[in-house]
């Protein structure tokens, strides 16, 4: 990723809700399946997908894999928000 993709991408992740941005987060240090997330959040699978679904309307990605891809590049981020 170039600086500009990377600018474009921590943007839209201060768009996602705190529940999206938990399964951004998972994705980040380390969960790499649905069932993984789903275990993490506390969440049953069909909710994870469908929020999975929202993250990469959100990124305008298509997949899982690529969600990875993207959160591995982009800096750690805090579980909390920032102001």
């Known amino acids: 990723m170039d600086n500009l993709d990377i600018i474009i ?3 839209r992740l ?3 809700t705190p529940a999206l941005r938990e399964i951004a987060i998972a994705v980040q ?3 790499r ?3 993984e997330v789903a275990t993490i959040r506390g969440r049953n699978l069909s909710t994870i997908k469908q929020q999975l679904r929202q993250i990469y309307d959100i990124f ?3 997949s899982f894999l690529e969600l990875v ?3 591995d590049s982009l800096p750690k981020q805090p579980l909390s928000p920032e102001p």
């Open 60 to 62: 305008g990605i298509d």
């Open 29 to 31: 240090n380390g969960a």
């Open 33 to 35: 399946t649905h069932r």
């Open 14 to 16: 201060k768009r996602l």
């Open 69 to 71: 891809i993207l959160m």
């Open 9 to 11: 991408a921590n943007r």
